[in-house]
């Protein structure tokens, strides 16, 4: 059975950085994009980037470019999630995602999901 495990969320300071790691399990991604969403309190899930099979293409939403950076290490089956510059709005569950298909920053529709690692940035 195929399976997404976050880590690497927590609290972290205005400014600050975290590096949110997403290993698959069950089956090799290697093939597949991969990507993060997050939903904050009270809003919709939001896409945030989405790499490519071969790292050759990434997607990132408005808000987190220049600041967020995705890579994924196939050997390991595993995408990871570099954010720096944190914000308060920032703040949010992060979900990893793999499989299906994606067409554009925004347009990424994911076959597989984890169950979320929280990132709190307070202010």
């Known amino acids: 059975q195929e399976q997404l495990v976050e880590s690497g969320g927590g609290l972290v300071q205005t400014g600050g950085s975290l590096r949110l790691s997403c290993t698959a399990s069950?089956?090799?991604?290697?093939?597949?994009?991969m990507g993060w969403f997050r939903q904050a309190p009270g809003k919709e899930r939001e896409f945030q980037a989405v790499i490519d099979w071969n790292s050759a293409v990434t997607y990132f939403a408005d808000s987190v470019k220049g600041r967020f950076t995705i890579s994924r290490d196939n050997a390991k089956n595993t995408v990871y999630l570099q954010m720096n510059s944190l914000k308060p709005e920032d703040t949010a569950v992060y979900y990893c995602a793999a499989g299906g298909r994606y067409y554009s920053a925004g347009s990424y529709y994911p076959k597989y999901w984890g169950r979320g690692t929280q990132v709190t940035v307070s202010s």
């Open positions: 069950g089956r090799t991604f290697s093939d597949d994009p």
